[in-house]
C-alpha cells in the first residue's frame, strides 16, 4: 500500500516570495520549451507547497506566496516518464515589491 503525499496549498503557507521560470530557468525536454510538473518542497519540514505545470509554448512557470525567508527545493518532474526528475535545493524565493 503506498502512502498519499499531502500538498499544503496557498491557505496554510502564505509570504511575498516567489519563483519565476524564465530566461535559463525554464523548463525544456530535448533544449525545447515543454509543459511538466514544476514541485515547490519547503526544505524545513520537506513538504510539498507548492506544485505548478510549465506553459507548454515558452516552459516558463511562476509559483507564488512563498515566504521569503525559508529555503525550498524546485523538482522539475516530467509527469510523462521518459526523464529522471531534476531538483534544485538551497534556493531562496524572490520577494514581491
Not at 526544505?43 to 509559483?63: F, H, K, L, P, W
Not at 526523464?83 to 524572490?94: C, D, Q, T, V, Y
Request: charged share 30%; net charge positive; glycine share 10%.
Amino acid at each position: 500500500m503506498r502512502a498519499k503525499t499531502k500538498v499544503y496549498r496557498q491557505s496554510l503557507l502564505t509570504g511575498r516570495g516567489y519563483f519565476a521560470g524564465e530566461g535559463d530557468g525554464i523548463v525544456t525536454v530535448g533544449l525545447m520549451p515543454a509543459r511538466r510538473r514544476v514541485l515547490c518542497f519547503d526544505e524545513q519540514t520537506m513538504r510539498c507547497v507548492r506544485d505548478v505545470y510549465s506553459n507548454a509554448e515558452d516552459g516558463t512557470y511562476r509559483i507564488d506566496n512563498l515566504d521569503e525567508t525559508r529555503t525550498y527545493m524546485l523538482v522539475g518532474y516530467d509527469n510523462h516518464g521518459k526523464f529522471h526528475p531534476e531538483a534544485w535545493s538551497g534556493m531562496l524565493p524572490r520577494k514581491m515589491e
